[in-house]
């Protein structure tokens, strides 16, 4: 890490340093271009002279979208409203009254009024064989 | 299922059509009104599945995964909207379409009923988010990282290919609806054991198995936000979905065959945890964080029972989102110090009070404290794996042990103790960046209170 330091040439100051020789691209790299080097917490917005002014100077109610005031509070209005109380809540109550998931309530309910009709009847609760047994065909008992 | 498709491709002309001061608001728009209209979906009213046409069905295990990628694009939206800054309006709407193609491919994927057309769109999110990593990347290790995605994706697939082509051969039809009646029992011969080790690969290295996990912190760390939420909480899912989907038609010799990725799985969570433990980076470790749980979600699928299922279907939700809320916690933090290094910016709760409420709530979630899904989840494999070998809860217990240190761990040491001297000058937390945490974890809490509908085909 320590050795990238001494590629961008210590005798340059950093404002007016070249491409650094490790970019990929030869276009001007963005402001959010880092690396997890600690030598470099200072981020090439600082060239365009504005790197350290807070948004909230020009714009008190920056809300994080934009920097044009109007289209920054648009934003924050479409994505709460969209988000949250059309998606979250219209959607969570839409979610809520689902009728019977899986149908797991009905399963329910039948399982217990037919409980209660073949104890009644006196029959079994549940018959012992999975499968009707006349119906199962066995291949004829081979001689070894 | 066209009437989700088609407004997600017409997105695409949205954006290309927008004033550029509208791209980011026209956007986020229809993509919450596209996730409003596919709600329905989850009125899955039978144990059977909504047969909606030929190519689409949905049931309870994909419903779940297809709102969860529908809910995720207008988060990537908002999350993108600050590092594309700097960009040109074309740039920009060339970056939300690559969002809203891998949209397309995802929504369709979730939902296609033939096992080619499944493959076919499986391989095609490949192609967004590697152009999304290579090209909005912030290093140059993201060529290299978009070089692992690719080719370990891809190899662990081809088999797949050529096994479905066989299955089609012999079987006559790919309809997963079909193919798990259909199916007939694999023998123990080696072509059938290679015929599920084909099935199977493709999904391992998605998910990824512990051995075959290299490409997921390189391709977390250097993918831009949006790459990093949408890898973490859907791509990783498409593995475990496909693990579902066609563990159906490989029984009986899953019983055996799947021993030897078992063993990688439990002994990678304890091995990812730790390495966790011992990160620097703070996106690497929420990447090997990811690794740990979907070997979790492995060991479920590999078991094959039905509490097993269920949890699988809960931790992928559960995981997706409290994922992708901590890679956007990591990225606020990366935009405001731009390192991603863990101790370069301590103490942030005097400082961001708020966002440090979200880093608790995700630090939770990820621990899996209850009553979160991500708990349901956990505790129903962990049962499961349980009653499937009784040996396995040292290494589970291990493994939840662990979880919770490093949760922790990542947590103080971003938010508590004293600040480090440089970061006097952080802007506050900005009401898009607490937007984007809201929306992560009021579904988190919400599915908590109502479950069922997360919990899969056999709840």
């Known amino acids: 890490m320590l050795t990238r330091v001494s590629r961008f040439g210590s005798a340059l100051p950093r404002l007016l340093s070249s491409q650094p020789a490790r970019f990929v691209s030869q276009s001007k790299p963005t402001s959010s271009t880092g690396s997890t080097a600690v030598t470099e917490l200072h981020p090439a917005a600082e060239q365009s002279g504005h790197g350290e002014v807070s948004p909230y100077v020009k714009n008190p109610d920056y809300h994080g979208f934009s920097s044009d005031p109007v289209e920054d509070e648009w934003n924050m209005r479409v994505g709460f409203f969209f988000g949250i109380s059309v998606a979250l809540v219209i959607g969570g109550t839409f979610l809520h009254y689902l009728p019977d998931h899986g149908m797991r309530q009905w399963a329910r309910r039948e399982a217990e009024r037919l409980v209660v009709q073949r104890e009644k009847e006196g029959l079994p609760l549940i018959e012992e064989n999975y499968y009707d047994v006349n119906k199962i065909v066995l291949p004829a008992a081979e001689k070894e | ?459």
């Open chain 2, 1 to 459: 299922m066209l009437k989700i498709i088609i407004p997600t491709i017409m997105l695409i002309p949205l954006t290309w059509l927008s004033k550029n001061s509208m791209i980011w608001i026209n956007t986020t728009t229809h993509s919450l009104v596209i996730t409003l209209i596919s709600l329905p979906l989850l009125n899955q009213f039978n144990d059977n599945s909504l047969n909606l046409s030929t190519m689409y069905f949905s049931d309870s295990l994909s419903t779940p995964l297809l709102m969860l990628t529908m809910w995720l694009l207008p988060l990537m939206i908002i999350a993108s909207q600050f590092h594309l800054i700097k960009e040109s309006p074309t740039r920009k709407k060339l970056y939300i379409t690559m969002l809203i193609s891998l949209q397309i491919f995802l929504v369709m994927t979730f939902t296609a009923t033939e096992l080619i057309m499944f493959y076919i769109l499986f391989e095609a999110t490949l192609v967004p988010t590697l152009i999304i990593i290579t090209r909005w990347g912030g290093q140059t290790e993201r060529l290299n990282a978009g070089l692992y995605f690719l080719f370990y994706t891809l190899v662990g697939s081809l088999p797949l290919l050529i096994a479905l082509i066989h299955l089609q051969n012999s079987t006559g039809s790919l309809n997963m609806l079909l193919a798990q009646y259909w199916s007939e029992p694999l023998k123990t011969s080696w072509s059938d054991t290679i015929l599920w080790l084909a099935c199977m690969m493709a999904f391992m290295v998605k998910m990824p198995l512990y051995g075959l996990h290299l490409w997921l912190p390189k391709a977390h760390v250097e993918a831009p936000i949006a790459g990093s939420m949408v890898l973490a909480a859907i791509l990783l899912k498409l593995g475990g979905y496909g693990m579902l989907r066609i563990t159906t038609m490989l029984t009986p010799i899953t019983s055996f065959m799947a021993y030897p990725f078992l063993m990688l799985s439990l002994w990678g969570m304890i091995m990812t945890s730790s390495i966790c433990l011992r990160q620097t980076d703070l996106k690497s470790l929420i990447a090997y964080s990811s690794v740990s749980h979907m070997a979790l979600v492995i060991v479920a699928v590999l078991i094959q029972t039905p509490w097993s299922f269920m949890g699988a279907t809960a931790l992928m939700i559960a995981h997706g989102l409290t994922s992708s809320m901590l890679f956007c916690l990591a990225n606020s933090n990366y935009e405001r110090t731009h390192s991603r290094t863990m101790i370069l910016a301590r103490g942030l709760q005097t400082m961001l009070p708020l966002m440090a409420a979200w880093w608790l709530l995700a630090s939770l979630t990820n621990l899996a404290l209850p009553p979160s899904i991500n708990l349901i989840g956990e505790l129903f494999v962990v049962m499961s794996t349980f009653s499937w070998s009784s040996i396995s809860i040292i290494l589970m217990g291990i493994n939840i042990v662990i979880t919770a240190l490093y949760s922790l761990y990542m947590l103080i040491m971003t938010q508590r103790g004293k600040q480090t001297h440089h970061i006097n000058n952080l802007p506050p937390s900005y009401t898009r960046e607490n937007t984007l945490m809201t929306m992560h974890l009021l579904p988190l809490l919400l599915l908590s209170i109502n479950p069922k509908i997360i919990l899969g085909t056999l709840y």
